[in-house]
């Protein structure tokens, strides 16, 4: 049977069957328990997961949210944010980055960010840090760390915090260091399509300072450090027992799905180079990058997308607006041209299937129609 639409798509951008059926029976025993007990917020696996996440990411307290940008909004006030706080964040990243500084309350200082690893450029720093800065905000983009070596360096030179976005990250490593362990606290999106992903949304701030943990605690409900008494104005921001018993059975299968990224990651490498006009991920030395999503650059990405779909290819282009360019965020006077590097990464890329259980011939079938779209012309 050949590959095209009729017969649905052949390979899928993200196919989660493969770790659904991997806790499938587990998940659904436990699930029954819990229909049984009615402990649906705040439930005993909720805490059972914040210590297991919290030690796998060398942390001493983990703090379970609903969503990542929870996690990044809850960890900016945790660690101290005030209003008008002003935050550098990189050009390059989804949305919510900057949504959260916002939300937190701060002020989003924006610069560009690397050729070779797409991150926060730590040369941009110096001319960004100000007498309001306050925060780095890095990003650890498309599963690759961010120079936190170098980041915590100019953060020291200006007195600055750093909180992680580890939303794409779970289980990187670069120059010794782990995402997560790297600034002050760090957060994660457990989003599906995650390297660890929970069946809706759900995320986590992690931090070794016992009074932000206490403080994040507080902000996720309504404020509260007692029973109906509240210190701040907070959010309902709980994670759902439901969403922490998913993430307990598959947190013991991340190291093994992120080296099923890593394998084909290489495969793409192997087979993609040279092919037309396309740029690979560039490989940091001293890095472990976990490949979230595996994004190529090409002059054309929507004819590149189109034609892959034509195939039966699934392909996304992750993030075609960069945030400063958005009407959301028109308020901050960025324009064409603010930050080229972002910019061109976001005019070029295209990320291609990949997910834990992709096979062989579904990757080879994604090299042979890209290799047909350019020998087309």
């Known amino acids: 049977m050949g590959i095209g639409p009729e017969s649905g798509p052949a390979v899928p951008l993200v196919d989660l069957r493969a770790s659904t059926d991997a806790i499938r029976h587990a998940l659904l025993a436990d699930v029954e328990k819990l229909l049984d007990t009615g402990a649906f917020v705040n439930g005993p696996a909720v805490e059972s997961f914040e210590h297991e996440f919290a030690a796998t990411c060398g942390r001493r307290f983990a703090i379970g949210t609903a969503s990542g940008l929870d996690a990044l909004t809850i960890g900016l006030r945790a660690l101290g944010l005030e209003e008008g706080d002003e935050v550098i964040v990189p050009a390059m990243t989804f949305i919510a980055t900057f ?11 924006v610069v560009d960010v690397g050729e070779e690893d797409a ?15 306050r925060f780095l905000l890095p990003v650890h983009l498309y599963g690759q760390m961010a120079d936190m070596r170098e980041l915590r360096a100019s953060a020291a030179d200006h007195g600055l915090a750093i909180l992680e976005d580890a939303c794409q990250a779970h289980g990187a490593e670069r120059d010794g260091l782990v995402a997560g362990a790297a600034g002050a606290a760090a957060a994660f999106s457990f989003y599906p399509s995650k390297n660890l992903g929970a069946m809706g949304d759900a ?5 070794d300072d016992e009074g932000a943990a206490t403080k994040a605690r507080a902000l996720r409900e309504h404020g509260q450090t007692g029973v109906y008494e509240s210190d701040h104005v907070g959010l309902t921001s709980r994670l759902d027992t439901l969403q922490a018993l998913v993430l307990l059975h598959k947190l013991p299968l991340l190291q093994s799905w992120n080296a099923e990224r890593a394998r084909a990651a290489s495969f793409y490498d192997e087979s993609l180079r040279g092919v037309g006009d396309l740029r690979l991920p560039k490989r940091v030395a001293g890095a472990k990058h976990v490949w979230h999503v595996y994004q190529v650059r090409t002059r054309d990405p929507e004819a590149l997308g189109a034609f892959l779909g034509g195939r039966g290819i699934g392909t996304k282009r992750h993030y075609p607006e960069p945030p400063h360019l958005s009407a959301a965020f028109a308020d901050l ?39 047909e779209f350019f020998a087309r012309g």
């Open 203 to 207: 995320g986590a701030l992690v931090v």
């Open 333 to 371: 006077g960025y324009s064409a041209g603010s930050f080229p590097v972002a910019e061109a990464i976001a005019r070029e890329t295209l990320s291609l299937p990949l997910f834990p259980g992709i096979t062989d011939e579904q990757l080879q079938a994604v090299v042979d129609a890209i290799a």
């Open 119 to 133: 991150c926060m450029d730590p040369a941009t720093v110096e001319a960004a840090a100000g007498p309001r800065t």
């Open 99 to 109: 949504e959260a500084v916002v939300h937190a309350g701060g002020r989003v200082i």
